[in-house]
């Protein structure tokens, strides 16, 4: 597999990404033999061994988790520095970090999701300014700034859309050409349910909405219409979501739940490893997920897939993209002992350098990742690879702008209101869905 740069349009779409959503700022890179400010710890080494610690890294994605277990015994093998991983439970970090943070052995290496993870967790944030794991970023705008402070660096870029089957479309009548807007989807969808018994499948997969799933909805989904606002509003993050755009949530909402696999009285107990069985079953024509879901749906053929922006109705819907961004970010816990951090510093080095982690990062066969490193492999990754061609297409790519929504509490907020609004689609329902979008944002980020 042949090393290359992401792409400079890639490059520029996230770094537009990260400044919009207030991901970082941008600024000069350091020296690489500068030293971090304010901090008497060394600043990131080049990765060889000789570092006399260890490293316990606290995963944030559990479908990786097998890939990291593997990563880190070949470290300790090629350095015989001790890596421990563990993995938290899907929807649990932030309260799995919390808890592990006040051990006497806490993590040396964690995760946040971009400013307002930050905002928790800055006091425990390693400067990263100067290391050489920064030196290796493809751009400046991959790093969370707190001040002058480069408190984390983004580990990976991801992409979500409508993964769908191009075998049932067709045989549905369409092409992927026949859908460029909210509209054309709507029609599709609804032509699909309509002929269900006759085609022998149906247009989505559940939306199902326990904690396997429901983060696609209540927080993938959820981004565009904060996106939108965003974008008309001329802001990165707002104390005071107005909703500008949730009329048009709510009929992506509808369009999800009353065209899929089950009723939505149902959705309550459906899980992720329902949606996928569902789609690589043939059994839905679209699937709502991301790059990482390569694995799980290749099943069907490279041939049979693709991906289509998650359309709402909103702007110029001929031009619009994937929604590509990052919500992962490295952090070295700065309360570590000295010896600890060098080594967790060492470590990150190795695995964006080194062609063991490199593998294990990009290649399709693990993790899978495009990474805004200068080391990037060339992905085998399929979804990953359309996603690269919406871009060079010139599309506008959807920022994430998830990352700043104010908790884990207002989404899962949020996700009850969906839920119970799925199992009974009155207005006096959906005024709950605003009020958890809308009055639950502002309450939370006053907190």
Same mark, same amino acid.
């Given at each position: 597999?042949?090393?290359?740069?992401?792409?400079?349009?890639?490059? #520029?779409?996230?770094?537009?990404?990260?400044?919009?959503?207030?991901?970082?700022?941008?600024?000069?890179?350091?020296?690489?033999?500068?030293?971090?400010?304010?901090?008497?710890?060394?600043? $990131?080494?080049?990765?060889?061994?000789?570092?006399?610690?260890?490293?316990?890294?606290?995963?944030?994605?559990?479908?990786?988790?097998?890939?990291?277990?593997? #990563?880190?015994?070949?470290?300790?093998? &090629?350095?015989?520095?001790?890596?421990?991983?563990?993995?938290?439970?899907?929807?649990?970090?932030?309260?799995?970090?919390?808890?592990?943070?006040?051990?006497?052995?806490?993590?040396?290496?964690?995760?946040?999701?971009?400013?307002?993870?930050?905002?928790?967790?800055?006091?425990?944030?390693?400067?990263?300014?100067?290391?050489?794991?920064?030196?290796?970023?493809?751009?400046?705008?991959?790093?969370?700034?707190?001040?002058?402070?480069?408190?984390?660096?983004?580990?990976?870029?991801?992409?979500?859309?409508?993964?769908?089957?191009?075998?049932?479309?067709?045989?549905?009548?369409?092409?992927?050409?026949?859908?460029?807007?909210?509209?054309?989807?709507?029609?599709?969808?609804?032509?699909?349910?309509?002929?269900?018994?006759?085609?022998?499948?149906?247009?989505?997969?559940?939306?199902?909405?326990?904690?396997?799933?429901?983060?696609?909805?209540?927080?993938?989904?959820?981004?565009?219409?904060?996106?939108?606002?965003?974008?008309?509003?001329?802001?990165?993050?707002? &104390?005071?979501?107005?909703?500008?755009?949730?009329?048009?949530?709510?009929?992506?909402?509808?369009?999800?739940?009353?065209?899929?696999?089950?009723?939505?009285?149902?959705?309550?107990?459906?899980?992720?490893?329902?949606?996928?069985?569902?789609?690589?079953?043939?059994?839905?024509?679209?699937?709502?997920?991301?790059?990482?879901?390569?694995?799980?749906?290749?099943?069907?053929?490279?041939?049979?897939?693709?991906?289509?922006?998650?359309?709402?109705?909103? $702007?110029?819907?001929?031009?619009?993209?994937?929604?590509? $961004?990052?919500?992962?970010?490295?952090?070295?816990?700065?309360?570590?002992?000295?010896?600890?951090?060098?080594?967790?510093?060492?470590?990150?080095?190795?695995?964006?350098?080194?062609?063991?982690?490199?593998?294990?990062?990009?290649?399709?066969?693990?993790?899978?990742?495009?990474?805004?490193?200068?080391?990037?492999?060339?992905?085998?990754?399929?979804?990953?690879?359309?996603?690269?061609?919406?871009?060079?297409?010139?599309?506008?790519?959807?920022?994430?702008?998830?990352?700043?929504?104010?908790?884990?509490?207002?989404?899962?907020?949020?996700?009850?209101?969906?839920?119970?609004?799925?199992?009974?689609?009155?207005?006096?329902?959906?005024?709950?869905?605003?009020?958890?979008?809308?009055?639950?944002?502002?309450?939370?980020?006053?907190?």
């Amino acid at each position: 597999m042949k090393k290359r740069l992401l792409t400079l349009a890639l490059a #520029l779409v996230m770094a537009l990404s990260l400044a919009a959503c207030g991901g970082g700022s941008g600024g000069t890179q350091p020296a690489e033999d500068s030293q971090p400010a304010g901090d008497s710890q060394p600043a $990131g080494d080049s990765g060889d061994s000789g570092a006399s610690g260890t490293v316990y890294y606290l995963n944030f994605k559990p479908e990786q988790d097998g890939d990291w277990q593997e #990563l880190a015994q070949l470290y300790t093998q &090629e350095t015989g520095v001790e890596v421990k991983v563990q993995t938290a439970a899907s929807g649990q970090y932030e309260t799995q970090l919390m808890s592990e943070m006040a051990k006497t052995e806490a993590p040396t290496l964690f995760q946040i999701n971009g400013p307002v993870g930050l905002a928790n967790w800055k006091d425990y944030c390693y400067d990263l300014s100067g290391s050489a794991l920064a030196g290796e970023l493809s751009s400046d705008d991959f790093a969370l700034m707190d001040g002058s402070s480069m408190s984390g660096i983004a580990y990976v870029i991801e992409t979500y859309g409508l993964i769908y089957n191009k075998a049932l479309l067709e045989q549905a009548g369409y092409t992927a050409d026949d859908i460029k807007s909210f509209a054309d989807l709507k029609k599709v969808a609804e032509d699909i349910t309509a002929r269900k018994d006759e085609l022998g499948f149906s247009a989505f997969t559940s939306a199902g909405m326990d904690g396997s799933s429901d983060w696609r909805f209540k927080t993938h989904l959820a981004n565009l219409p904060i996106y939108f606002e965003y974008e008309a509003d001329g802001i990165g993050d707002t &104390e005071a979501i107005k909703g500008t755009y949730l009329d048009n949530y709510r009929a992506v909402w509808d369009l999800y739940i009353n065209n899929c696999t089950c009723a939505p009285t149902l959705l309550s107990a459906k899980t992720g490893d329902d949606s996928v069985a569902e789609f690589v079953t043939e059994q839905a024509v679209f699937y709502q997920n991301g790059t990482w879901a390569f694995g799980d749906v290749a099943d069907i053929g490279e041939e049979n897939l693709g991906m289509l922006p998650i359309y709402i109705g909103v $702007g110029d819907e001929a031009s619009q993209g994937l929604c590509t $961004g990052t919500e992962n970010y490295w952090c070295v816990n700065k309360n570590a002992k000295p010896e600890d951090i060098q080594a967790t510093l060492d470590f990150m080095y190795w695995c964006v350098t080194s062609e063991t982690g490199l593998e294990y990062l990009c290649s399709g066969d693990h993790m899978g990742f495009v990474i805004p490193f200068k080391g990037n492999l060339e992905s085998s990754n399929l979804l990953v690879n359309i996603a690269n061609e919406y871009v060079a297409n010139g599309t506008t790519s959807i920022k994430w702008c998830f990352p700043t929504m104010p908790s884990e509490e207002w989404k899962n907020v949020l996700g009850s209101a969906l839920t119970a609004y799925a199992a009974d689609q009155t207005d006096a329902n959906w005024e709950t869905v605003r009020a958890a979008f809308v009055d639950n944002w502002a309450a939370e980020k006053s907190k």
